[in-house]
């Protein structure tokens, strides 16, 4: 069983930066595919990006050239380092993984991933 937690939300100025953690345990998350999620008052949750087990990365078209996500396999922590950080940014964020690395974005679009974190709250203020 995986265990996801996440932290490093808060409230941020527009222009400014966050980095979101997900600390992960209970199983070899390295191989899984893992993403970030976010969840807007009265909108529906949408996948904002995604790592491969080899490190490569797909984002949504919002956040693309803003964020970046990232693992460190030492710290079993998956990243996602937020700049330029928008009002519309404001959301509950997620991590999630799932053992089945192939198609990892379209699993991601589809919010097809096993395991899920609790959230973390980010507001980005103008």
């Known amino acids: 069983q995986v265990q996801l937690v996440e932290s490093g939300g808060g409230s941020v100025q527009a222009g400014g930066s966050l980095k979101l953690s997900c600390a992960a345990s209970?199983?070899?998350?390295?191989?899984?595919?893992m993403a970030w999620f976010r969840q807007a008052p009265g909108k529906v949750r949408e996948g904002v990006a995604a790592?491969?087990?080899?490190?490569?990365?797909n984002y949504a078209d919002s956040v693309k050239g803003r964020f970046t996500i990232y693992k460190d396999n030492v710290k079993n922590t998956l990243y996602l380092q937020m700049n330029s950080v928008k009002p519309e940014d404001t959301a509950m964020y997620f991590c999630?993984?799932?053992?089945?690395?192939?198609?990892?974005?379209?699993?991601?679009?589809?919010?097809?991933?096993?395991?899920w974190g609790q959230g973390t709250q980010v507001t980005v203020s103008s």
């Open positions: 999630a993984a799932d053992p089945r690395v192939p198609a990892c974005w379209q699993r991601t679009k589809n919010q097809e991933l096993k395991h």
């Open positions: 209970g199983s070899t998350y390295i191989s899984y595919c």
């Open positions: 790592t491969d087990s080899d490190g490569s990365t």
